[in-house]
């Protein structure tokens, strides 16, 4: 059974970089595209960036375009969100997911993706 886990959110000012990393493990995860997104309550859980199985292709939302980067280590079952510049507005609970219908397809939408990990949260304060 695939799990996911992410790792280093925390608490940061704006302005400030931090890096996010998701270990996958249990299954072929190396073989489709996979996504990160982000949540705060009371709100729908958004697309933040995307990366496909070879990590030949991204995609992001417009918000986080050329602040963000997403990438990927197949040999270590690693994806990262590389987040420079953080806004306030970018503190959320985020999460990293793998879509196992596709692989050189960057989908935006949360129900195109079968496994999730369990979140990390991110402040960014002001």
């Known amino acids: 059974q695939v799990q996911l886990v992410e790792s280093g959110g925390g608490l940061v000012r704006a302005g400030e970089p931090l890096r996010l990393s998701c270990a996958a493990s249990?299954?072929?995860?190396?073989?489709?595209?996979m996504g990160w997104f982000r949540q705060t309550p009371g709100k729908e859980r958004e697309f933040v960036g995307g990366?496909?199985?070879?990590?030949?292709?991204?995609k992001y939302q417009d918000a986080v375009q050329g602040r963000f980067t997403v990438s990927r280590d197949n040999i270590k079952s690693m994806v990262y969100l590389q987040m420079n510049s953080l806004k306030p507005e970018d503190s959320a609970v985020y999460y990293c997911?793998?879509?196992?219908?596709?692989?050189?397809?960057?989908?935006?939408?949360?129900?195109?993706?079968?496994?999730w990990g369990q979140g990390t949260q991110v402040t960014v304060s002001s």
């Open positions: 249990g299954g072929p995860v190396s073989m489709y595209s």
């Open positions: 990366i496909t199985w070879n990590g030949g292709r991204t």
């Open positions: 997911a793998l879509s196992w219908k596709f692989a050189a397809t960057i989908s935006d939408m949360a129900n195109e993706y079968e496994t």
